[in-house]
């Protein structure tokens, strides 16, 4: 599956709730994110209206490495 070439921070963290994401603060133009499911752990997103390809798939694959899940399989839920 491609990755999406016109999603936004905003989009992104409200679709990472699901896996108990949630904005635990913001320092200038940077989001982090922070989960407590399966261990803690953060993500830093910047706050732009769309983000770069490569950025969205650092972001993508630290997640999917977290949840123990495929990048795809993580795209599909995400995205599918």
Same mark, same amino acid.
């Given at each position: 599956? %491609?990755?999406?070439?016109? #999603?936004?921070?905003?989009?992104?963290? *409200?679709? #990472?709730?699901?896996?108990?994401?949630? &904005?635990?603060?913001?320092?200038?133009?940077?989001?982090? =994110?922070?989960?407590?499911?399966?261990?803690?752990?953060?993500?830093?997103?910047?706050?732009?209206? $769309? =983000?770069?390809?490569?950025?969205?798939?650092?972001?993508?694959?630290? &997640?999917?490495?977290?949840? *123990? *899940?495929? *990048?795809?399989? #993580?795209? %599909?839920?995400? $995205?599918?």
């Amino acid at each position: 599956m %491609k990755l999406p070439r016109d #999603l936004s921070a905003e989009t992104l963290s *409200k679709r #990472l709730e699901r896996y108990g994401y949630s &904005v635990t603060r913001q320092t200038g133009s940077h989001l982090r =994110l922070t989960t407590t499911a399966g261990g803690e752990h953060h993500v830093t997103i910047p706050a732009h209206d $769309f =983000l770069r390809v490569g950025t969205l798939n650092a972001i993508l694959s630290d &997640v999917a490495i977290h949840l *123990k *899940k495929s *990048k795809e399989e #993580l795209l %599909k839920e995400l $995205f599918g």
